[in-house]
């Protein structure tokens, strides 16, 4: 999730990168792209993805015959 965020902010940055503008006098397209990152290291660091200890937990318990 957080990195599908990410994307959707590193395009805004983008955008105001090419057109050289800044949204309320201080956030620039530099200020969307270093949010970006923050939200992808966070999602590298397992920050927002989903939990998949819970289906494994009941596969395992499971036995073959």
Same mark, same amino acid.
């Given at each position: 999730? $957080? ?12 955008? $105001? ?15 969307f792209? $270093? ?25 395992r ?5």
């Amino acid at each position: 999730m $957080l990195a599908i965020v990410s994307a959707i902010i590193f395009g805004l940055g983008f955008l $105001l990168d090419l057109l050289n503008t800044r949204i309320a006098g201080g956030i620039s397209g530099t200020t969307f792209m $270093l949010l970006g990152l923050c939200l992808l290291a966070l999602h590298q660091a397992g920050i927002g993805t989903a939990s998949i200890r819970s289906s494994y937990g009941s596969w395992r318990g499971r036995s073959r015959r």
